[in-house]
């Protein structure tokens, strides 16, 4: 089970450290409980210092995942042990099993290694955590002495006991938490709505929706394809029955008939099935590198045995549906007289109206879809269009994580910082630079963001100043708030000037523009700025720089950065550009996908009304070669042709609409600033559709008005 208190501001699940010690001990719905936190570390042996990506586990990690050493041990209570994981022992000590019980030098601290683990050991929990850092975990890390490692926050699992549900458990967790809030005098740390979960909600992440959706979009797709061949067999049906006349008169019972044009059908979707294998494994490969890291456990997929199962069963689903339907035609259609007509068949008025009723069928999916792509399509225009309250261009942000135990101490925080904001200024090419670390917001009736930050980074970032001044270094009860938060705590009276408690009193000296820093679709929180000195504690710094050219000053800052303290890891090195993109990749492969789907699907609807259209035609040459010869003008023929098929596709797309405004509401998750019932999305795919539909009549009712009625009369 996932274990977890929704922390409003950053939109994640998280449970305070001390919360969790107290869980594990008081507890008693579960078997087994394990936290985890994700931390960069340095670590350093004989052959050099690297940077790793690591893991500080605790509690019962090992017994919650299942893991086993392949060599060596996994530790257990003991502090400053780590386990590696199967790619960074034979990467950086070529699988040398000497390597296990050295000591090595982990965040300016001796630590031993006890094990390795298997070469298929993979975690990647919470998925939010895995699709913003793809790079795989390197090293389990045993919690430190308290105040290092492990941070304030972390993550949590557990085993319930058998026998226990989820919400008997659930009300003792939430008991328990009411007590400990009481105890420490109402601190909530910002935390809200305590929960458990299925730890298989966890592993689709909030991609979940979203692969819904476009599981879905593929099973209409599939429909669609199966309606259309399913018009195309009937009309190859009604070719064939003066066939299956002769062979019923020489003996074939009905029966017999049946399962062979059954049979031909789901032969038919077999090879079309196969086919679709081979595009498949051509279409995963270019997905999988095209996708961005949030689609949870893509590079996974793969075609195995179950997929070719799957595949073989939705085949022969397809071809005796489609297949179902002309053979039932033929198994009503009078033998005499077929066997009495002419060398041309008809499938007479009751075959033109299912065929044309399976063309509305067509539509309607199409345009369920069209919505759907259209409403994302809308979604991501507005994404894009809405500012994020800066000026993103030509900015570079990296992180700093502080790590060791001579970076406890509040002095060397403080010369870290001095040093760096020297060296950055310093740097060519650097039109502005600062620094902003992130610190737990207190004081007010609501959760916000806190930021201590140095004087440039705000103006680095390009934000705008809407009213009052920037904050200085002489700056001691100073705070900017952006426009959310002024809106929240004061209405609409000037905020400049008053005092909030945070929970020190504050002069509020200024107000800035909202920012969404790297999530555009999401909104601006509540937030605040205060300068670096006034920072009680430094967990680590994020650096923003406004330079002239990000490509070439991204490798120099760096390694500005790096050689401060070699031991002090600078990762998440990107520009603001690509933080913004990235934010949204997600959404733009969901659009992607679905705007793929209905391309497929009204392409589809289209050969379809195409098809019917063209074969009614055909089935009428006669007919209409004698309307032509008793006067009717070529205009007026093209007009019936067009007249007769259009009132189909106005049903399709009719019921098309009314399917997709009761549908589309399960989407709202995937939208944002568009809402699911968008009536101008609406009546725009209601249109193109409409007139598609009428282009693809053009071609048929220009055949039947270039019809010689000569020809035709004397044609049988």
Not at 148 to 162: H, N, R, Y
Not at 344 to 371: F, H, Q, Y
Not at 571 to 591: G, H, W
């Amino acid at each position: 089970m996932w274990l977890g208190q929704y922390d409003p501001i950053n939109k994640r699940d998280y449970v305070w450290k001390p919360d969790y010690l107290d869980w594990r001990t008081q507890a008693h719905s579960y078997t087994a409980m394990a936290a985890f936190g994700y931390q960069p570390a340095v670590i350093a042996t004989s052959r050099g210092t690297d940077q790793i990506t690591g893991v500080y586990v605790a509690g019962d990690f090992w017994k919650m995942t299942g893991a086993q050493a392949a060599s060596g041990r996994l530790f257990g209570d003991e502090q400053d042990c780590l386990v590696l994981s199967w790619d960074y022992f034979q990467r950086e000590f070529a699988g040398d099993a000497r390597a296990i019980g050295q000591t090595v030098v982990l965040n300016a601290r001796a630590a031993r290694i006890t094990g390795v683990l298997p070469r298929d050991f993979r975690f990647q929990l919470p998925m939010w955590w895995a699709a913003e850092h793809p790079e795989p975990v390197e090293a389990y890390l045993s919690v430190p002495r308290p105040g290092e490692g492990l941070a304030q926050s972390t993550q949590v699992v557990a085993a319930l006991k058998p026998g226990i549900g989820i919400g008997q458990a659930q009300a003792e967790l939430r008991a328990l938490e009411a007590h400990l809030i009481a105890a420490r005098g109402g601190e909530t740390h910002g935390m809200t709505n305590l929960h458990i979960a299925s730890l298989a909600e966890q592993l689709a992440g909030g991609a979940r929706r979203a692969l819904l959706v476009l599981l879905a979009a593929g099973a209409f797709v599939l429909l669609i394809a199966t309606v259309n061949v399913a018009n195309l067999l009937l009309a190859r049906a009604t070719l064939r029955q003066k066939e299956v006349a002769i062979r019923a008169a020489v003996g074939a019972g009905r029966a017999r008939v049946m399962r062979q044009l059954l049979a031909e059908s789901v032969l038919q979707a077999q090879v079309g099935g196969m086919t679709g294998l081979l595009l498949a494994r051509w279409a995963i490969f270019i997905l999988v590198r095209i996708s961005p890291n949030a689609i949870p456990r893509l590079s996974e997929t793969a075609l195995d045995a179950r997929v070719l199962a799957f595949t073989l069963a939705v085949s022969v689903l397809a071809g005796v549906v489609f297949g179902a339907v002309p053979a039932i035609s033929l198994r009503r259609s009078n033998l005499n007289d077929s066997l009495k007509s002419g060398m041309r068949n008809s499938s007479g008025p009751g075959g033109l109206r299912l065929r044309r009723m399976l063309v509305g069928v067509e539509l309607a999916l199409a345009i369920v879809l069209l919505t759907g792509a259209g409403l994302m399509l809308k979604s991501y225009a507005r994404m894009n269009a809405h500012p994020p309250g800066f000026d993103p261009e030509s900015v570079i942000v990296m992180k700093v994580r502080f790590t060791g135990r001579q970076y406890l101490e509040e002095p060397v925080q403080r010369a870290y910082v001095r040093d760096l904001m020297g060296k950055l200024e310093g740097v060519p090419g650097v039109r502005a630079a600062g620094l902003s670390c992130w610190i737990f917001g207190r004081g007010l009736a609501f959760p916000f963001h806190l930021n201590a930050v140095s004087p440039g980074y705000l103006q680095a970032l390009g934000m705008t100043l809407q009213k009052g001044r920037w904050l200085t270094e002489s700056d001691t009860r100073g705070v900017l708030l952006n426009e959310s938060m002024a809106r929240q705590v004061f209405g609409g009276v000037d905020p400049i000037g008053r005092q909030l408690s945070m929970p020190r009193p504050r002069t509020v000296v200024g107000i800035v523009a909202d920012l969404k820093y790297s999530k555009l679709d999401a909104g601006p929180p509540p937030e605040a700025f205060i300068g670096i000195g006034q920072a009680p504690d430094l967990y680590g710094v994020e650096i923003a720089a406004r330079v002239t050219n990000p490509t070439a000053l991204i490798p120099v800052l760096r390694k500005v950065v790096a050689n401060i303290d070699p031991s002090q890891r600078v990762y998440d090195v990107k520009t603001m550009e690509e933080a913004l993109s990235q934010s949204i990749a997600p959404r733009r492969f969901n659009l992607f996908l679905l705007g793929g789907f209905a391309a497929a699907a009204l392409l589809l609807a289209v050969v379809g009304i195409y098809g019917v259209t063209a074969y009614s035609v055909a089935e009428r040459t006669r007919e209409i070669g004698m309307r032509m010869a008793l006067g009717a003008r070529r205009g007026q023929v093209a007009a019936m042709v067009v007249r007769e098929a259009m009132p189909v596709a106005s049903a399709g797309i009719g019921a098309g609409l009314a399917a997709a405004w009761g549908l589309s509401r399960v989407m709202t998750s995937l939208l944002y600033d568009v809402q699911a019932t968008d009536t101008g999305t609406f009546v725009v795919v209601a249109m193109l559709l409409g007139v598609t539909a009428l282009a693809a009549c053009v071609g048929p009712a220009v055949r039947a008005a270039s019809i010689d009625p000569t020809v035709a009369l004397r044609y049988e």
